[in-house]
């Protein structure tokens, strides 16, 4: 479930009509590896057991996916539940329809997606990571700066949004809509979760060396500003599904319909 793409000079921003973004560019976006979907809500808790296993309860309890608070001193309520043992694991109420295995893992905070992929990392072997925003965007668009996906038009039924619902709007499972896969494969940018991105939000975009993305500095990632994400979220308009859209979120809030996907920098294997 991984792609990896090639370097390449792509072309970052957008055709008209997504928002919050300026005017076109180049930008090159070294070779990268990226998940297929989502990290799912299945293997999240799997991460959460490994914490509870190595004696950090505390660390789980921080990181267990929770329902939107109004500030970030209040802790939302826990979306998991806790066996008599102690370890998590997903709700069984058949009216509860967010905590599916195969759905995105989404109330959770930008920390804890990083945590995730730290964990990750650990446990493969490999330089997992949040994306950053211009590889996300790469990722979802290939380099003919595409509007979605698939190409520049647009049907409901194609990825999950608004309007793709009969009934009512909610998060699907990670390969409901076949519809939204970018041409490297990755699927579900255009609809159903936000992803979560590395990068602190700059509203002119992430900071290039001539003309090439970098990684955030430790300045960056310490700082407790909005950070990026990118993707339609299930409850979008179609404006929102294109794949330059960006967006910025609270790092230490969770929100119902922002999620993550992990990936690795073939620079960041070579030096590790």
């Given at each position: 479930?991984t792609?990896?793409?090639?370097?390449?000079?792509?072309?970052?921003r957008?055709?008209?009509?997504?928002?919050?973004?300026?005017?076109?560019?180049?930008?090159w976006?070294?070779?990268?590896?990226?998940?297929q979907?989502?990290?799912?809500?299945?293997?999240?808790?799997?991460?959460?057991n490994?914490?509870?296993?190595?004696?950090q309860?505390?660390?789980a309890?921080?990181?267990?996916?929770?329902?939107?608070?109004?500030?970030?001193?209040?802790?939302?309520?826990?979306?998991?539940?806790?066996?008599?043992?102690?370890?998590?694991?997903?709700?069984?109420?058949?009216?509860?329809?967010?905590?599916?295995?195969?759905q995105?893992?989404?109330?959770?905070q930008?920390?804890s997606?990083?945590?995730?992929?730290e964990?990750?990392?650990?446990?493969?072997?490999?330089p997992?990571?949040?994306?950053?925003?211009?590889?996300?965007?790469?990722?979802?668009?290939?380099?003919?700066?595409?509007?979605?996906?698939?190409?520049?038009?647009f049907?409901?039924?194609?990825?999950?949004?608004?309007?793709?619902?009969e009934?009512?709007?909610?998060?699907?499972?990670v390969?409901?809509?076949?519809?939204?896969?970018?041409?490297?494969?990755?699927?579900?940018?255009?609809?159903?979760?936000r992803?979560?991105c590395?990068?602190r939000?700059?509203?002119?975009?992430?900071?290039?060396?001539?003309?090439?993305?970098?990684?955030?500095?430790?300045?960056?990632?310490?700082?407790?500003?909005?950070?990026?994400?990118?993707g339609?979220?299930?409850?979008?308009?179609?404006?929102?599904?294109?794949?330059a859209?960006?967006?910025?979120?609270?790092?230490?809030?969770?929100?119902?319909?922002?999620?993550?996907?992990?990936?690795w920098?073939?620079?960041?294997?070579?030096?590790?």
């Amino acid at each position: 479930h991984t792609h990896t793409a090639p370097p390449s000079l792509g072309a970052d921003r957008p055709r008209e009509g997504a928002v919050g973004v300026r005017s076109r560019i180049g930008v090159w976006v070294d070779g990268f590896v990226i998940k297929q979907y989502p990290v799912t809500h299945a293997e999240y808790v799997l991460f959460l057991n490994a914490l509870l296993a190595a004696g950090q309860e505390e660390l789980a309890l921080i990181h267990v996916p929770r329902e939107q608070s109004s500030t970030a001193d209040d802790l939302g309520a826990m979306a998991y539940r806790r066996e008599d043992s102690g370890i998590f694991v997903l709700p069984d109420d058949p009216d509860r329809d967010i905590c599916w295995p195969d759905q995105p893992v989404t109330m959770i905070q930008w920390k804890s997606a990083r945590a995730y992929a730290e964990w990750l990392a650990q446990e493969t072997g490999l330089p997992w990571r949040l994306p950053m925003e211009f590889e996300w965007e790469k990722s979802a668009r290939g380099v003919d700066g595409r509007s979605y996906p698939w190409g520049d038009a647009f049907d409901p039924s194609w990825a999950c949004m608004k309007d793709s619902h009969e009934h009512s709007v909610q998060m699907q499972r990670v390969n409901t809509f076949p519809v939204d896969t970018s041409i490297y494969g990755v699927r579900g940018t255009a609809g159903n979760t936000r992803d979560w991105c590395l990068d602190r939000f700059r509203e002119a975009g992430p900071p290039l060396v001539k003309g090439r993305l970098i990684l955030p500095t430790a300045e960056d990632l310490a700082d407790t500003g909005f950070k990026s994400s990118r993707g339609g979220s299930y409850g979008n308009s179609a404006s929102r599904a294109r794949s330059a859209d960006r967006d910025w979120w609270f790092p230490e809030r969770s929100y119902i319909g922002r999620g993550f996907r992990v990936a690795w920098g073939l620079n960041d294997r070579a030096k590790s």
